[in-house]
């Protein structure tokens, strides 16, 4: 065996799919392409491959996971939907949207997917190989992002080896992922809605379908651990909305702010997502000590793409 034919990384074709698929039917771990980013996943009805997933990423316990399904009807299976839940899922499945629903109890879920919560998140994912493991694998998947708890994202396999390595057995590559943020989460409430992580489905899009405001925010604890302050961390200082840097600043610029390489030089927020972790790895791994972002409009994808920068500039 070639050093290379013992390589993690697979190409996604049919083959691949199928490797990747049975392999998560048995048990093990698998890093998947989604629309989002990597996600590393585990079949989520069973206690010992939902532990795995957590030791790969240095997890803390408390930290639930998102179970991906392959559409609605199975994702009925595991949580009551509403009629909000079901408009939601009418108007954004597949796609980047996460909602947190009621668990339903015999939904069959490891209890560690939850971290014990009588709600899970669920999403079902547009990316066409994630469908198609979900389809073959048959059984509903827990997929975190495919790094180390608190790094940055992976949205490319070679991120996903840097990050995880050995501990992951296949990494399925389908080149970058598109949309470049973690989906939305959406809780939804007896008494409303309320965003717990922004994504590519952005607020107006929720109350479109909804037509009605979210609830404060105050008032509920912080249950989404993404939403702890420090998260997403290059491992380097960062300094948001900078429109000049030092010379031991690597600059990650946007629009009419150049820097020394640009999230979208056109000043494109659905471009800036999806390059926006793939350029954290790029500072994280250049020369200089320290990362500069010039400041990005708190528009559409723009809320998350700020979302994720303050958490790696905590
Ligand atoms: P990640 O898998 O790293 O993209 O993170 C998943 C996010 O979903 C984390 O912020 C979790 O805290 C959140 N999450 C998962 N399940 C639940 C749940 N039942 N209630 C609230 N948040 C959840
Ligand atoms: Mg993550």
């Known amino acids: 065996m070639t050093p290379a034919s013992r390589s993690p990384v697979i190409a996604a074709d049919p083959d691949g799919i199928r490797r990747a698929a049975?392999?998560?039917?048995?048990?093990?771990?698998?890093?998947?392409?989604?629309?989002?980013?990597?996600?590393?996943?585990?079949?989520?009805?069973r206690d010992a491959?939902?532990?795995?997933?957590?030791?790969?990423?240095?997890?803390?316990?408390?930290?639930?996971?998102?179970v991906h399904v392959g559409g609605l009807q199975q994702a009925e299976g595991l949580a009551e939907f509403d009629d909000r839940a079901r408009a939601l899922a009418a108007a954004f499945w597949p796609g980047p949207l996460?909602?947190?629903?009621?668990?339903?109890?015999?939904?069959?879920?490891?209890s560690a997917v939850t971290a014990g919560l009588p709600t899970v998140a669920l999403r079902c994912p547009a990316h066409p190989v994630m469908r198609a493991v979900l389809e073959v694998a048959g059984v509903p998947i827990a997929a975190p992002s495919a790094n180390r708890s608190g790094g940055v994202s992976p949205t490319t396999a070679q991120h996903v080896a840097a990050s995880l390595g050995a501990a992951v057995d296949l990494i399925l590559d389908a080149g970058p992922c598109t949309a470049g943020v973690e989906s939305t989460i959406v809780a939804l409430r007896p008494d409303g809605w309320q965003i717990l992580r922004p994504g590519p489905i952005t607020e107006a899009?929720?109350?479109?379908v909804l037509g009605t405001p979210s609830l404060a925010t105050s008032g509920h604890g912080i249950e989404a651990p993404g939403q702890l302050a420090s998260h997403y961390a290059p491992g380097k200082p960062v300094r948001l909305a900078a429109l000049t840097a030092e010379p031991d600043e690597f600059w990650i610029g946007f629009g009419s702010v150049a820097g020394h390489a640009s999230l979208s030089a056109g000043g494109d927020l659905d471009e800036a997502a999806s390059r926006l972790y793939a350029l954290l790895h790029e500072a994280a791994a250049a020369p200089q000590p320290r990362i500069a972002v010039a400041p990005i409009p708190e528009l559409g994808v723009g809320s998350a793409i700020n979302d994720r920068l303050r958490r790696a500039a905590a």
């Open 22 to 45: 049975q392999h998560l039917r048995d048990g093990g771990l698998a890093a998947l392409p989604t629309e989002t980013v990597y996600g590393l996943g585990a079949r989520a009805d």
């Open 205 to 208: 899009h929720i109350v479109a």
């Open 98 to 110: 996460t909602m947190v629903l009621p668990l339903r109890e015999a939904a069959g879920l490891a």
């Open 49 to 66: 491959s939902v532990a795995a997933i957590y030791r790969a990423k240095g997890r803390p316990s408390f930290n639930p996971l998102i």
